[in-house]
């Protein structure tokens, strides 16, 4: 009987040892799988991201073809929704294309019928917070002619090939870096993705709007894309080298690309 019962006790004592290792290696997995699991979640983040970027450049690009001009970006003032906004309506309006924001406003969600909106009516991007609403720019070169009625067609082809009017106002311009550029232009060519020729750029400020806030976490490269008195951005590839970093992600069209869709729409010539 003893004897049985120290077996019985080495039997016992045997699984509980085999219980612990277990539990060290399914911990030891389940703490390997942490890193993997946060960095595919911002992947799909990153992919959604770019997927709601895409359909909303779309949808600028519909609306111009719809109506011979693309729509004011939404303000970012207290009250503002998701709808175009103009500086001074109704002395301001689709008759003149003066907008509030041209340079620092967001996608008017409501106005383009879009989806992925919060209560406001702002599209967001897949992180989904407020910080995380999509952003629109757009140019107000040769007299708000993408924004007023009737102005591209006015402008006419060759006239909306020209990158300034006559008051010298630039469309807008898309650089590597913020290292070298101005207040007006990317510096250095080395330095220009798009001189001058980009008429509407829509972005996301990526995840460290969520997680951090911007401007406060933004890098100089971020922080450029966050001067809403400047025609002038950087789109570049993702970096977390700290002082460096960068996961803005950025979508631009170009005047050309313009010119042949609104042709083909019968909004011009």
Do not use: H
Request: proline share 4%; charged share 15%.
């Amino acid at each position: 009987m003893q004897r049985l019962n120290r077996g019985r006790a080495r039997a016992s004592g045997f699984t509980l040892v085999e219980l612990a290792v277990v539990v060290l290696v399914i911990t030891l997995l389940l703490g390997s799988l942490l890193i993997p699991l946060a960095t595919q979640v911002d992947q799909r983040n990153v992919a959604e991201t770019q997927k709601r970027l895409q359909e909303v450049k779309e949808a600028l690009l519909g609306y111009a073809m719809a109506n011979g001009r693309f729509p004011c970006p939404a303000g970012n003032a207290a009250g503002d929704t998701g709808v175009e906004k103009f500086l001074n309506p109704p002395g301001d309006s689709a008759v003149n294309g003066n907008c509030s924001n041209f340079y620092n406003g967001y996608v008017p969600g409501i106005t383009l019928g879009l989806s992925n909106l919060d209560s406001q009516g702002f599209v967001v991007d897949a992180w989904g917070l407020q910080q995380n609403r999509i952003r629109y720019a757009i140019t107000n070169g040769l007299t708000n002619a993408f924004t007023k009625q009737g102005g591209m067609r006015g402008v006419g082809i060759q006239g909306l090939g020209t990158p300034t009017n006559g008051g010298g106002t630039p469309m807008l311009y898309v650089c590597a870096s913020s290292t070298g550029a101005t207040a007006t232009n990317c510096g250095p060519a080395a330095n220009t993705l798009s001189d001058g020729d980009t008429v509407f750029i829509v972005y996301s400020l990526g995840k460290n709007a969520a997680t951090s806030g911007a401007p406060g976490a933004a890098t100089g490269d971020e922080l450029l894309n966050l001067n809403g008195a400047n025609p002038v951005f950087v789109s570049r590839t993702t970096s977390t080298q700290a002082g460096v970093e960068f996961d803005d992600i950025v979508l631009y069209s170009s005047r050309s690309s313009i010119i042949s869709q609104m042709t083909v729409a019968g909004q011009l010539p």
